[in-house]
């Protein structure tokens, strides 16, 4: 069961910056598409970026220029560098991956979710 770890969460001054980690253990198979969501107190989840096994990413307009996401294939890891932050992108930050397996339908997992909280 391949199952998803993040890190790198804190609290940071707004104008800060934080770089989120999320690794992938026990996969047997491959990873395809993998992406960050955040939920804030109180509201629905939202999507905040992904990115294909091929590199390409997509992004929220909400963070769009202010965070990149990226992955590193061979250690399966992806990342989510947030710069310029702002008190409304305090959240819990998760991050979830499509597992593909052969001749089998593909299915998602998520991680267990980091705090990032922005505040003076």
């Known amino acids: 069961q391949v199952q998803l770890v993040e890190s790198g969460g804190g609290l940071v001054q707004p104008g800060g910056s934080l770089r989120l980690s999320c690794a992938a253990s026990?996969?047997?198979?491959?990873?395809?598409?993998m992406a960050w969501y955040r939920q804030a107190p109180g509201k629905e989840r939202e999507w905040v970026a992904d990115?294909?096994?091929?590199?390409?990413?997509n992004y929220a307009d909400s963070v769009r220029g202010r965070f990149t996401i990226s992955r590193d294939n061979a250690k399966n890891t992806m990342y989510l560098q947030m710069n310029s932050l702002k008190p409304e992108d305090t959240a819990v930050y998760y991050c979830t991956a499509k597992i593909l397996r052969p001749l089998r339908p593909p299915y998602d997992v998520w991680g267990q979710g980091t705090q990032v909280t922005v505040s003076s």
């Open positions: 026990r996969s047997s198979f491959a990873i395809g598409a």
């Open positions: 990115i294909t096994g091929g590199d390409k990413s």
